[in-house]
């Protein structure tokens, strides 16, 4: 039936995304660009054309069918972006389909399905391929027989009244019509070929295609391209059909089927909205229609409709002219396409004269003239001769016929639409305006280029216009309607598009303008001889060189350099033009940075390019809105000028210079560089980018600096703070640049620099340290680090010194300006401090412990507790200090080992945790190469070895990662690898600089220090066991996902911990190796703790197979299978429960105890614990699950009792006792966790039952120290009868009562509010297991106690009354 035979092709995206639905196919991946489908060949030709035979078989069944055709069309989805590789297997993929079809339309007409049941499959199939293709190529592969057309139209019929009642899908009939405009293309006369009826061939092949203009899918638009081929006839064109269209428009064009019309009497609002609704597709399919019709009709024909199609393009469905197509950019671009072929008819059918021909265009030819080769040269001067000769004919029988007055107005209506909204509709615009100036007399040609340079290219013209504006230039000049003398009027226009950039709001508009323009260059290559676009080589060259490196968008640098390949090969003329577009190639300006930083200094060294790009950084780039670009214009400009010319620094010194010093003081531009009105960034934008820019070039050029200009800059950060710069919107980032400048100004050492200018310059740097900002703080300290150690005299540093400690000392200081602080500290060296490093440490080692501060809890941050370890490290390394107060340093680093602290942004703490890792490979990486400070001995360097183990263990990704990283380039790399510094620590958390924390080879020559009594650490050669394999991609995340000081800085570097897709798992199984030695053993499984008991399930899956195991290799290789690693994992984690409290609000129980439980549950399920250990583990766990609330702890603690049951006698009654007070637990999660839990554990017992006797001794009771007392009620009476625990007790739960006990687990809702149902079965749980009712606890069997109601204190309102006030 039809309703079975749904259509493969709901619409148009399930066909591009298709391959997405279907999963990928072989050899696809997901990380894969767009790009990367790019093929060379129809790879799958031979399997598609498999595929489609099978399909086609009339006997297949609809299913395999259909899987055929996914299949199919997953295949051709991936030729969407390369569709031309079909083209040679075309004929042999449509033959078959179009074949199968028109059997079953030859057999019966009007029933095709019944001939082939799968037709509706087979032509959604064909439709997909249209999509892929385009209709247009794949229709000539249609048989076009006569014989066809009547069995075709007749199908066609069927389909569309099949449709109209809505029961048949629309790609059958879209393939139909689209087959019936081929077969029209026979040259017979339709009246030889009709076999008779009460209608003729052309009136059914008229109405048909009328009515699928009126579809909604995309038969309409297959009926539009019928009816061209229709009415391209000689027959109909000439027997009056014409007519016949346009009043059927007209029909359609009723205003009265407007939304707006009011229901006509008798008629519901529904019925008047679907007209509506229907008119809206029908007025879009009269204009498709009339599109086709006019581009193929004969012009006789044509002739004598085409200015009244032309009126009714003009007055509109409505009568409103404009107004009526405001609303669909369909319909306007439909619009102008119809009344620019309306206007053709109207015009002569010639082209135009007087337009430019250039001749050959060979790129032989052109090869020819560069290289001298004779027979090219030749050819294209005489080509050119005689080009001149056409052309001074042409000119003196040049046509003054009159153009027709529609014709202006058609004219008028595409240069409006040149400022369209929508870019289709300018698009069409440009087109039309071609292809009319093309028939247009020389004069008349003149004003419509003329007009359109006034109406697009003036400086209130939107972005819009001139983005149509560039697309009708370059239609013009492939048509040679731009003649070359008008070149200099339009250069300058094209290479002003070329730049273009217009704020709106907070963003800046212009990329489309700027890729048009690239398109009208590209198209003045190819349109113009070498020697006419010669006077205008240098300045679109250069113009577009800037577009290619500097633009902010990657398709307008592609775009650009698209341009000047085609230069480059069709004109030649280019200075270093294969140096030029080899450098800046496709694949090379992918990326920003690298075509700021890389591609333009090298085309900077060619020819005379390096001017024009200096000049447009500092013009138009340091003044960006983007602040990206502005600080990579700032580099970009310091890479042109190091190892400049002489010519060129001068260049710098007298214009650049001062221009760039006026703007950062004024904030503002001249007015004679806003001429172009394409730059209109505010002050803030204008004076950040000059002071980032002078604070580059001030790095590079240094003593050529002039000294005027050194005067200049030196005195400008001074200057700003006198302007106020620094305030209001924007004033931030002034500020930053303003440190960096200071920085570059101090570091440069051949400028003379006072003892005044060094004390203001601190001035600025202790106020930009208590900014808010961190990007500010991390500015100035920088600053302050060049300040102090190459231009502050002692004295000046002690005051700086003391500001920083006093801060910290200070109870109301606010947290800002502490970290600023803390930070600061690490500017200064050892040598620097002198006596006073001691000092300095113990300050820094207390705000790295994060306790005892002058303000209490409310200064404690861990973001100032992070600093404080990366400034104590800072300091720590290099510095030769005393015993105690390095023992002091070691302290504080293994207290913020344990920083495990939380907030609304997750766990702050790890950042602590990380730069702390990082400090303590460094210190332990100078012990193996004998650089202080010394630690004390071995024990020291082990214990600090086990607290980074314990990161490369835990749950964090981000610290695993680094973790391991580091310690495998201490222990494998040893000397051989670059000494780790603190530095790349400080650029990680303040530049978000990434580091690879583990080189790939370690090369280089072994040093001859020896290395100090603390190293080695314990257990050196497992630990190079352990790091002998690179088992993880242990490059650290990238710049992007590292704290930035810009941002929030707990966002950034918590979003690492989920989002670092490149963690390895292999990580686990390196490092448990190590839980054989017991220095490290405790570390390993604190970390293994809270990584294989998390909730993250991949990180928990490999921490949990690389903990078992390890613990199961241990147990097989000793004797009976007794493992003296699992005895020594539960002890230690037995141990772990003792040391934290059991409090909900203790954090440390917050964070380990539902860990714990999960990890003994763990290794209770799979028969690794030691059953020695049971009876403390159960104390262990009924204390930590005993008045708590914690759901999560709850329900981690059902899996550690169902896992003590596997040991009878007073263990196994006590856990159940305890279960079940978890299945009466006030919490519904709780209760049908233990019940399902409970449930399993039951069934898993043989048919004897289970072993409940108190007199069974089990092995685990055997090695316990005390035995446990049964339950007993308060008041110390006896169990409900049925319940009494006495020797005559059942010592086994028998198969009925096994049964029932199953029943009651799986029948009663555990998750109801019902306390009547709860309570109703517990009982009955209770007097089957034989398990005495609970006399405390959290069950709801428990007896309640009374609450004596407390007597409130008299209220002061009370009193009041009582006393009648």
């Known amino acids: 039936s039809r309703s079975a035979m749904d259509s493969l092709a709901s619409n148009d995206e399930q066909i591009v995304c ?175 070929i009709d076999s008779g009826g009460p209608k003729g061939l052309a009136v059914r092949i008229l109405e048909l295609g009328l009515l699928g203009l009126q579809s909604p899918s995309r038969t309409r638009d297959a009926s539009a391209w019928m009816l061209g081929r229709y009415f391209a006839r000689p027959d109909t064109a000439t027997g009056g059909t014409l007519p016949t269209l346009v009043q059927w428009t007209k029909g359609v064009w009723t205003p009265q089927l407007n939304s707006g019309t009011s229901p006509e009497e008798g008629q519901s609002p529904a019925i008047c909205g679907n007209k509506a609704s229907v008119a809206a597709f029908a007025r879009c399919g009269a204009l498709q229609a009339w599109n086709q019709t006019l581009k193929a009709a004969p012009r006789p024909a044509l002739r004598t409709v085409w200015a009244e199609v032309l009126r009714l393009m003009f007055s509109g469905p409505g009568g409103r002219g404009d107004k009526d197509f405001g609303g669909s950019s369909v319909l306007r671009k439909l619009r102008v396409a119809v009344a620019c072929r309306s206007g053709l008819i109207a015009l002569p059918p010639r082209l135009a004269p007087w337009r430019y021909e250039r001749g050959a265009r060979s790129l032989l030819v052109n090869f020819g003239q560069q290289t001298g080769v004779g027979a090219f040269a030749a050819s294209d001067t005489t080509s050119n001769s005689v080009q001149q000769q056409q052309q001074q004919q042409q000119q003196e029988v040049e046509d003054d016929e009159d153009v027709p007055e529609l014709v202006e107005d058609v004219i008028e209506l595409l240069l409006s639409a040149l400022s369209d909204g929508d870019t289709v509709v300018r698009w069409a615009a440009a087109k039309g305006v071609g292809r009319i100036t093309n028939r247009l007399p020389r004069d008349f040609g003149d004003q419509v280029l003329e007009s359109l340079l006034d109406r697009c290219f003036s400086f209130r013209a939107t972005d819009r216009a001139w983005h149509g504006g560039c697309l009708a230039l370059a239609e013009l000049a492939r048509r040679g309607l731009l003649l070359p003398d008008r070149l200099q009027l339009v250069v300058p226009l094209v290479c002003q598009a070329l730049h273009f950039e217009r704020v709106s709001g907070n963003y800046v508009v212009g990329q489309h303008v700027r890729d048009a ?92 390019y390096r001017r024009g790009l200096l000049d447009c950084l500092v013009d138009r780039k340091l003044c960006h809105q983007d602040l990206q670009v502005r600080l990579l ?90 302007a106020r710069a620094y305030r209001g919107r924007g004033g931030e980032v002034i500020r930053q640049a303003a440190c960096e400048l200071l920085a570059q100004v101090a570091g440069a050492g051949s400028w003379t620099f006072k003892d005044a200018t060094c004390a203001r310059y601190m001035q600025t740097i202790e106020e930009c340290a208590r900014h808010a900002t961190d990007s500010i703080k991390v500015a100035a300290v920088d600053a302050l680090a060049v300040l102090v150690r190459q231009r502050c005299k002692p004295d000046l540093c002690n005051k ?39 000092e300095v440490l113990g300050v820094l080692c207390q705000e790295a412990r994060g306790s005892a501060l002058p303000g209490g809890k409310e200064q404690e941050d861990p973001q100032t507790r992070q600093y404080a370890v990366l400034s104590l490290s800072r300091l720590l390394l290099g510095a030769e200090v005393d015993a105690t107060t390095l023992n002091l340093a070691v302290e504080a680093l293994e207290a913020a080992m344990q920083d495990y602290a939380t907030d609304r942004r997750g766990d702050v703490g790890s950042w602590v945790r990380e730069v702390a890792t990082e400090a303590i490979v460094a210190l332990l990486d100078a012990q193996q190469r004998g650089q202080p400070p010394f630690l004390q001995d071995t024990n020291v360097s082990t214990r600090l070895v086990a607290l980074v183990l314990q990161q490369g263990v835990e749950k964090i990704d981000r610290l695993r990662d680094r973790a391991y990283g580091l310690l495998r380039r201490l222990i494998r790399g040893g000397t051989r690898a670059p000494a780790f510094i603190m530095e790349v620590a400080y650029q990680r958390i303040c530049r978000g600089v990434s580091y690879d924390c583990c080189p790939l080879e370690h090369e280089g020559q072994v040093t ?13 050669e497992a630990l190079s066991l352990a790091f002998q394999g690179r088992v993880a991609a242990v490059v650290c995340p990238n710049a992007a996902q590292q704290a930035s000081p810009k941002q929030d800085p707990g966002k950034d570097k918590l979003m690492t911990a989920t989002s670092n897709n490149r963690s390895n798992p292999n990580i686990f199984d390196a490092l448990a190796q190590l839980l054989h030695c017991k220095e490290y053993r405790p570390a390993l499984i604190l970390g293994f703790v809270t990584s294989a008991g998390g909730v993250t399930e991949h990180t928990s899956k490999a921490a949990q197979r690389a903990l078992l195991h390890q613990l199961r290799e241990a147990g097989d290789k000793e004797d009976g299978g ?96 305890t279960l079940l007070q978890l299945l009466g637990c006030s919490f519904p999660v709780v209760r049908q966790a233990t019940a399902q839990a409970f449930y399993i554990r039951l069934l898993e017992e043989d048919e004897g039952g289970l072993e409940l006797s108190q007199e069974v001794v089990s092995a685990a009771e055997s090695a316990a120290d005390r035995p446990f007392d049964p339950p007993r009620r308060a008041d110390n009476s ?88």
């Open 18 to 192: 298709g391959a997405a639905e279907d999963g990928l196919l072989p050899g696809e991946h997901e990380d894969d660009d767009l790009v990367a489908n790019r093929r060379d060949f129809f790879t799958e030709a031979d399997e598609v054309q498999d595929l489609i035979q099978r399909a086609t078989n009339p006997d297949v069944e609809p299913r395999i069918c259909r899987e055929t055709c996914e299949r199919v069309r997953a295949v051709w989805a991936q030729y969407q972006e390369q569709p031309g590789l079909l083209d040679p297997f075309l004929e042999s993929m449509v033959e078959p389909l179009i074949g199968t079809i028109g059997k079953a339309i030859h057999i019966n007409p009007s029933a095709p399905l019944t001939s082939l049941p799968n037709l509706h499959l087979l032509s959604s199939l064909l439709y997909m391929l249209t999509t892929v293709r385009g209709y247009k190529v794949v229709a000539r592969c249609f048989p076009h027989e006569a014989a066809d057309l009547e069995p075709c139209l007749e199908a066609a019929e069927a389909e569309a009244a099949a449709a109209t009642a809505q029961t048949a899908t629309w790609s059958t009939l879209y393939c139909l019509t689209l087959w019936l405009g081929v077969t029209l293309l026979t040259p017979f006369d339709l009246t030889s």
């Open 517 to 608: 323009a690239c398109y009208v260059c590209w198209a003045f290559a190819r349109a113009y001889a070498p020697e006419v676009l010669n006077p205008h080589v240098q300045s679109l060259a250069t113009t577009l060189i800037q577009t290619a490196v500097y633009d902010r968008e990657i398709n307008v640098r592609r775009a650009a350099s698209a341009a000047l390949q085609e230069h480059v090969g069709r004109q030649g003329t280019l200075p270093d033009g294969i140096e030029v577009v080899t450098t800046a190639d496709y694949w090379s300006l992918s990326s920003r940075r690298h075509a700021y930083l890389v591609v333009a200094p090298h085309i900077a060294g060619l020819s005379d």
């Open 633 to 722: 214009a700032a580099q970009g400009l310091a890479k042109l000028a190091e190892g400049a010319s002489s010519e060129t620094l001068d260049h710098i010194n007298g214009f650049i210079l001062p221009k760039l010093t006026t703007r950062a003081l004024e904030g503002a531009l001249p007015a004679d560089e806003l001429a172009d009105g394409t730059a209109s960034s505010g002050p803030v934008q204008l004076r950040h980018g000059a002071v980032v820019a002078l604070a580059a070039l001030t790095t590079i050029l240094q003593e050529t600096v002039a000294v005027e200009n050194q005067n200049t800059i030196r005195n400008l950060v001074p200057s700003l703070e006198k």
């Open 800 to 838: 700086s010194l003391d500001a920083c400690l006093h801060g910290l000392q200070a109870t109301d200081e606010t947290i800002a300006a502490r970290r600023g602080f803390v930070l600061s500290l690490g500017a200064f060296t050892p040598l620097l401090l002198g006596e006073r490093l001691i």
């Open 1008 to 1020: 001859n220090a020896s290395p100090c009594s603390a190293w080695p650490p314990a257990q050196l």
């Open 1122 to 1217: 007794k493992s003296e690693l699992a005895t020594e994992v539960g002890s230690e984690i037995l141990r772990i429960f003792e040391r934290i409290g059991v409090r909900d609000q203790d954090p440390e129980a917050k964070r380990l105890l539902t860990p714990l439980l999960n990890i003994a549950g763990l290794l209770l399920a799979n028969g690794v614990f030691p059953p020695m250990l049971a009876p403390p583990l159960l104390n262990c766990t009924n204390k930590a699950v005993c008045k708590s609330g914690d759901i999560a702890r709850l329900k981690a603690s059902v899996a550690v009792f169902i896992g003590l049951l596997k040991w009878p006698g007073h263990l196994r009654r006590k856990t159940l006792s």
């Open 1278 to 1365: 006896t169990a409900e009868p049925g319940c009494e625990e006495t020797k005559e007790a059942k010592s086994a739960l028998a198969g009925e009562a096994l049964a029932e006990t199953l029943d009651l687990l799986s029948a009663t809702p555990w998750s109801t509010d019902s306390q009547e149902v709860l309570i109703e079965a517990l009982g009955r749980v209770h007097v089957h297991l034989g398990i005495a009712m609970p006399a405390d606890g959290y069950s709801t069997l428990a007896p309640k106690k009374t609450v004596e109601p407390r007597q409130r204190k008299p209220e002061y309102a009370a009193l009041v009354r009582e006393n009648h006030y």
